[in-house]
């Protein structure tokens, strides 16, 4: 009941705020009631939104506009030799998926939801209001004054092994103890986080809403709560601060889906200085209305973000220093940037390009793109995976969610002892065999072992699964977990999604999330890593969908 009152109420505001009538144009597309429009715009932007855009003008998914939704009156079905797709196309695809990468909806949403919303994207998209940085300053509320905040750590907890986490449909993050496995805390976020990233000193984290809202937690009160809240935009996916030496947690970023913009708030209150809108043209030269702030990171080596602006595929190292001057240098790169992470040695931010099929590397010391690398179908990485691997040195590996692979690209070091694997530096070294449906790899310098999930793939013992390879001999057959089994949670029909392999700060356990359908229980299950034997299984009625897991330690430094 809890879950989806709150997620009625986040969804609701969202979609109030997503601008009145449909234009004049829409009355092309099937009729629909007013009631039918306001609930087929609720899905959309709960369901579709983050794949297709607002103005469904394709991203990770395709197109949505009616010039191709929509099948002319007088039987003209194709445009440029694509076939228009019509009412009962556009039914079987949202219900069964496809094998380009749609994921199928017949387990969430019911038949007459399919049928509105194959109606809902025929007409002509809602255009939804701006955020201007009066609407961020007005949206900012100081809940624990830094002066009132403690002055040391109130709590006996070990921060370091500290885990937040998302639970997706309350609105929540639990900060769970790594020690003792036990809940610490559930505090109240936006609507289904995205991510959790670390302060530099360890003590605050930045928790960022679907819905815009972002959360500043400060881990040393005795029960550690939200100090500061600001909304940044209607929707957002990422967030960071300022790390370079004289600036950590100066400041802090985020980037917003809707509107496409950046805002750069005080670290330590969340004040909003400044708004920047990430409208311009794609790398292809052709203006884009929407382009998406997708992942951000801080820079170790110099005081700039790393900004990877999705739709228009431009990179850009957004200079903090002056925020009053912003220095901006834009990076041109390939199209439909999303997740990413850094090499071993922290100099090269890695990113996907996902509906490009490429990987982005850019040298934050240079200011210049170092690689752009063709690997097989949307590449996934979450943060990647870096290791060294027996025969080509030092590896940054990535999944995808559209191909049966895990690949390895060897990245540059300074050592002089890896001067010998140079010539294979950003080339693809090798491709590991696994599913398709993964979305998050990850590894720690301590391990063995190289994780990946699968949680998207149209098998449910698969989805329900994870893979486990050993780095130094990959050929090994690897060894694969069924998170859903090993449980002991009662089996059910929806798909119990095993996701985002997370280690320990002391990179000895590994936990991954066993995300439930939104009536059953969900946990999250701990194994062993150099065993993987069943550890501990956490599980609690408060424990509501968890997707993402943040470890301190790990978050805080960019061990992956
Ligand atoms: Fe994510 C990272 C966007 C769907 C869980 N996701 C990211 C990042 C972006 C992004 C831009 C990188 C942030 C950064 O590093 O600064 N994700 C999107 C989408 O647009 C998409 C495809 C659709 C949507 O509507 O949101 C999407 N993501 C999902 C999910 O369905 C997941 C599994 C569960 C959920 O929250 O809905 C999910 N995404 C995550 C997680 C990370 C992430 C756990 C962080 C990985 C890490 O280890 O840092």
């Not at 610490?184 to 003590?203: D, F, N, P, Q």
């Not at 940044?232 to 300022?242: C, E, H, L, N, P």
């Not at 947690?249 to 917003?256: C, E, L, V, W």
């Not at 009536?519 to 034997?533: H, R």
Request: hydrophobic share 35%.
């Amino acid at each position: 009941m809890k879950k989806s009152v709150v997620g009625m109420i986040a969804l609701s505001a969202m979609a109030a705020a997503m601008g009145s009538a449909f234009a004049d144009e829409a009355a092309k597309g099937p009729a629909m009631t007013a009631a039918e429009k306001e609930q087929a715009k609720k899905i959309y932007f709960e369901r579709c939104a983050g794949c297709h855009g607002v103005l469904r003008k394709g991203a990770t998914g395709k197109n949505l506009e009616p010039h191709w939704t929509k099948k002319d009156k007088d039987g003209n079905v194709t445009e440029g030799g694509t076939t228009k797709l019509g009412q009962n196309r556009l039914e079987k695809i949202i219900g069964y998926g496809t094998d380009g990468g749609m994921v199928n909806f017949d387990d969430i949403l019911t038949k007459e939801e399919i049928s509105l919303m194959a109606k809902y994207i025929q007409n002509t998209p809602d255009v939804p209001p701006e955020y201007s940085f009066k609407d961020t300053l007005d949206s900012w509320k100081v809940i624990v004054p830094v002066k009132d905040r403690p002055t040391k750590q109130m709590n006996n907890f070990n921060l370091k092994n500290m885990f937040s986490v998302t639970l997706r449909d309350t609105g929540e993050v639990a900060l769970i103890d790594g020690d003792t496995k036990e809940i610490r805390s559930i505090v109240k976020t936006g609507y289904a986080v995205h991510i959790s990233r670390l302060s530099a000193s360890g003590r605050y984290v930045y928790v960022i809403g679907r819905d815009g809202r972002l959360s500043l937690i400060d881990l040393w009160m005795e029960k550690p709560a939200v100090v500061a809240e600001v909304k940044i935009g209607f929707d957002a996916r990422s967030v960071d601060t300022s790390k370079f030496k004289g600036f950590e947690d100066k400041y802090a970023i985020a980037g917003s889906y809707w509107p496409p913009q950046y805002v750069i708030m005080d670290g330590d209150t969340l004040k909003p200085r400044k708004v920047v809108s990430t409208r311009g043209m794609t790398v292809d030269g052709e203006y884009h209305p929407e382009p998406r702030v997708a992942s951000i990171v801080a820079s170790f080596i110099k005081p700039e973000w790393v900004v990877n602006i999705k739709e228009t595929g431009q990179i850009l190292l957004v200079d903090y220093s002056d925020i009053e001057n912003l220095k901006t240098t834009t990076i041109a790169s390939a199209k439909f940037l999303h997740d990413g992470g850094w090499d071993a040695s922290k100099r090269y931010f890695l990113v996907a390009a996902n509906a490009s099929n490429k990987i982005a590397a850019v040298d934050t010391k240079t200011g210049k793109l170092a690689a752009l690398v063709d690997v097989a179908k949307i590449p996934h990485p979450g943060r990647g995976a870096n290791f060294v691997h027996p025969k080509f040195g030092p590896v940054w590996t990535t999944g995808h969610l559209g191909a049966d692979v895990l690949t390895l690209i060897s990245t540059p070091s300074e050592k002089k002892s890896d001067a010998k694997y140079k010539e294979y530096n950003w080339k693809v070294v090798q491709e590991v065999k696994h599913v398709p449906g993964n979305l998050f790899v990850k590894t720690h310098p301590k391990s063995a072992n190289l994780w990946a999930d699968s949680p998207q793939n149209p098998e449910k013992e698969l989805a329900e699964s994870v893979s486990v390879w050993d780095k130094s001999d990959l050929s090994k057959p690897k060894a694969i977990l069924n998170v859903a089994k090993d449980s002991g949670l009662p089996e059910t029909k929806a798909t119990k999604r095993a996701v985002h392999p997370e280690y320990s700060a002391d990179g000895k356990e590994v936990w991954i999330s066993l995300w439930g359908g939104k009536v059953d229980q969900s946990a999250i299950v701990v194994y062993d890593d150099a065993t993987l034997k069943l550890k501990r299984v956490i599980t609690d009625p408060k424990m509501i969908t968890p997707t993402g897991k943040f470890n301190v330690f790990n978050t805080q430094h960019d061990i992956y």
